[in-house]
Structure formats: C-alpha cells, structure tokens
C-alpha cells in the first residue's frame, strides 16, 4: 500500500538558519504529492503541493520538489522564522477521491 | 467564507460510554472525510463520503464506530461504546471540485 516516510522531530533550529525536512513516499500509481503544516492549536492547513514529476510546491518561502526518481518530497527554506514553528506533515494521494496517506509528521521549534 | 467546522473541540468520557462528533464541510463541498489522528502520527482515514454516500469506508471498525451524512451536507461520527485505545483527535475534512482538503480544528477525544 501507500506510505510516506518523513525524518522524526523534534527539529530545533535559530532563527534564519536553513531547513530541510526530508520525505520519501510507496506509492501505486501516480501520486501527488503535499506538505501540510499544524500550528499549535489549529487544524491542518495546506502548505504547497506537487502534482508531477520536476513540478515544484511553493509557499511562503517553503519550497518542495517532486523527484520521481529518488520519490522523494523534501521541505526546504531558506531562512526560518520563529512564527514557522509548527508540526509539518507530508503526504501523498493516488487514484479518485483525494484519499491523504500522511507521514507522522516533524516537529519544527525555531528559536531567537 | 468558513471553514471546516467541527464539535466539540475536546470531549472527556469513561471507557464504554458512547460519543458523538459533528462536522459541518464548506458549503458546496461534496466530499467529506473523517480522518483519526493518534498522538504523534499522522491522520488515518476512517471513512469518506460522496455527497450522501459512504464510499470508502474500509478503515472504520464497524463494531463500534458507525457514521452518517444525512443530506449530504453535516456529518457525525459516533463511537459506542468507547475503548481507552479511541483516544486521539477525530478530524474532518472536505474537498470541493478540484480544491485540496481543507481541515477543521479537530475534536481531541481522551476516554479514562
């Protein structure tokens, strides 16, 4: 069956520094692919999205690529914030229906 | 417009006793997921709905678990009786013609 495989958290990082969140993904078929973000006491939100291969999620400074090849969907930015602290999952839908199989999620704290 | 609307927010009940969630989608969102969120993992989808009808249900245990979506517009998610092992945050989510899902804040369910 479908999986997503996402790097554990927590993830603690400064302020500006780079992040990378690595995710690799099993899937039948043709998948598109997802990052969605959780902050603290909200619901699940819509980061960026990938619907082919090379085809490149962007949002918010966040970027993801879509790498057929290695079927991988890793979060980067280039400069964090302390408001990007949140928990980010990454996921992944085939077939109808927009059924999310969905990684366990990372944790990001950003620091002064 | 609103979003995703879900009661209650959090729900404390013994084990054995039953529980009742309610969703309410985007006006004009056809599809209709409730997803079960365990603590420090993912979301897993339990059942999704076209409009009136159950479509994929395969993950619901049908035991104890059952739900409806009468009219097609508001769904509830019923457990009875409740298991210690039910504990988690039940989320709902919709989906419109070619939208993403779009999450509610979720309603955190501890059974003692």
């Known amino acids: 069956g479908d999986s997503v495989t996402q790097m554990e958290g927590p993830v603690t990082l400064s302020e500006e520094a780079f992040l990378t969140i690595n995710c690799t993904y099993t899937a039948t078929g043709y998948p598109s692919l997802f990052w969605y973000v959780q902050y603290p006491g909200e619901g699940l939100q819509l980061l960026l999205k990938a619907t082919k291969a090379d085809d490149k999620g962007s949002n918010k400074g966040f970027e993801a690529t879509y790498r057929k090849e290695t079927t991988s969907f890793h979060l980067e930015k280039g400069s964090v914030q302390v408001s990007d602290s949140a928990v980010y999952f990454c996921a992944l839908s085939t077939g109808g229906g927009n059924k999310l199989t969905f990684g366990t999620g990372t944790q990001l704290k950003v620091e002064l | 417009e609103a979003g995703v609307v879900q009661s209650p927010r959090y729900k404390i009940i013994e084990k054995k006793q039953p529980v009742a969630f309610w969703c309410n989608p985007i006006?004009?969102?056809?599809?209709l997921y409730w997803y079960r969120q365990n603590l420090g993992q993912g979301p897993e989808l339990l059942i999704r709905y076209e409009n009136e009808e159950a479509v994929d249900d395969s993950q619901l245990p049908k035991d104890r678990f059952s739900a409806e979506r009468l009219k097609g517009v508001d769904s509830t998610l019923k457990i009875q009786p409740a298991e210690l092992g039910d504990s988690a945050v039940y989320l709902c989510?919709?989906?419109?013609?070619?939208?993403?899902?779009?999450f509610g804040q979720g309603t955190r369910l501890t059974v003692v």
């Open positions: 006006s004009g969102h056809n599809t």
């Open positions: 989510a919709s989906t419109g013609e070619g939208t993403e899902a779009f």
